[in-house]
């Protein structure tokens, strides 16, 4: 399923997952989930400009299982597989530690929020699965990983970085749009009374080449 033809839908600004909208008992409520999640993309015009790292801290990008200082599995059990996929994980060690990760891929991924496969095209690639450890977060770790990403892709010759989050995850956010994309369109999966659907919406929906395709229809 594509981003075209979106439809504009406004509920889930008052349905936040958790808390029940005025007018709705907790029994209807408890049969409406709503998760929202903002897609961004950036263009790879100009190379993004690293930024500095704290102090002992080392940044690398693995695109092979080889690349690794060590045993992949150790800090990420997929690690291996998606190497092996062709997928890049760009890294911040503190000596041997792991303590911030991001990865790219450029072909199909399962957003699982949503419940779809994201299919990047043949010009983007399709960052995800970032994660900071918490006594390493607010330093600037995952807007730096991201740079990075973005000039491994550029240096590639790939056009666009696409990446999800949620819409309530602000830090998610925050270092996104610091690492320079911007809005497309936000996607909301609403599950209602058994059935669900996915809602897009933003200035940007009716233009954006984004492919999401639901799972059972692969
Ligand atoms: C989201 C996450 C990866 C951010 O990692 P990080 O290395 O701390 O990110 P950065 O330091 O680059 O940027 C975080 C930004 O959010 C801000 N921030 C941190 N916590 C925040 C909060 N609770 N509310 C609002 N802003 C917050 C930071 O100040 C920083 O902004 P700034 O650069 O303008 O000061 C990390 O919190 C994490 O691993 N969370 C759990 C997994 C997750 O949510 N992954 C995201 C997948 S897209």
Not at 3 to 30: C, F, I, M, N, Q
Not at 36 to 62: K, M, S
Not at 174 to 192: K, N
Request: charged letters at 25%.
């Amino acid at each position: 399923m594509g981003a075209r033809g979106a439809t504009r839908w406004k509920a889930d600004e008052a349905v936040g997952a958790g808390s029940a909208p005025a007018g709705l008992s907790r029994k209807r409520h408890d049969m409406i989930r709503v998760v929202t999640l903002r897609l961004y993309e950036r263009r790879l015009d100009a190379p993004a400009v690293p930024r500095p790292l704290p102090p002992g801290v080392e940044l690398a990008v693995w695109d092979s299982p080889t690349a690794t200082d060590g045993p992949a599995g150790r800090w990420h059990p997929e690690a291996e597989q998606r190497l092996i996929e062709g997928q890049v994980c760009a890294v911040a060690r503190h000596g041997t530690d792991v303590v911030a990760y991001c990865w790219l891929a450029s072909t199909p991924v399962r957003v699982a929020e949503i419940g779809h496969v994201v299919v990047p095209g043949l010009e983007d690639v399709y960052l995800y699965d970032a994660f900071t450890v918490p006594a390493w977060r607010g330093r600037g770790l995952f807007s730096t990983l991201l740079r990075h990403l973005l000039a491994f892709a550029h240096a590639r010759g790939r056009k666009r970085a696409l990446i999800f989050a949620l819409a309530r995850n602000r830090a998610s956010r925050r270092a996104i749009e610091r690492a320079g994309f911007e809005i497309s369109h936000s996607v909301s999966r609403v599950e209602l009374w058994g059935r669900e659907r996915l809602w897009f919406r933003g200035p940007r929906s009716r233009f954006c080449r984004v492919t999401l395709v639901g799972e059972g229809s692969r």
